[in-house]
């Protein structure tokens, strides 16, 4: 499975943005699909995940301000993300996991978050 990321760029404090994730190859069945974050010198982080039961899932720092959604049928996830924080800079990373292919990881894209 292949992922490709969008949506990342520089945002001031308070401002909103969106990313988008397009998985493709083989792909038989997706059971979650998901957004991490890593921030230089921190560990890799679970934002925000979902199943495709629609269960959803937010780490506490975003809970209220991201917005995780996904379209099944074209294998896609977005994350908005709202009210952003210069703690939310990280490279933030599309996550699927899919029922014969295992895991991948999408290449990351950069979300700065700074006046």
């Known amino acids: 499975v292949q992922l490709v990321e969008s949506g990342g760029g520089l945002v001031q404090p308070g401002g909103s943005l969106r990313l988008s994730c397009a998985a493709s190859?083989?792909?038989?069945?997706?059971?979650?699909m998901a957004w991490y974050r890593q921030a230089p010198g921190k560990e890799r982080e679970v934002v925000a995940d979902?199943?495709?039961?629609?269960?959803?899932n937010y780490a506490d720092s975003v809970k209220g301000r991201f917005t995780i959604s996904r379209d099944s049928a074209k294998n896609t996830v977005d994350l908005q993300m709202n009210s952003l924080k210069p703690e939310d800079t990280a490279v933030y990373l599309c996550?699927?996991?899919?029922?014969?292919?295992?895991?991948?990881w999408g290449q990351g894209t950069q979300v700065t978050v700074s006046s």
């Open positions: 996550y699927v996991w899919e029922a014969i292919g295992g895991v991948s």
């Open positions: 190859g083989n792909i038989f069945s997706i059971n979650v």
């Open positions: 979902i199943s495709n039961s629609g269960s959803i």
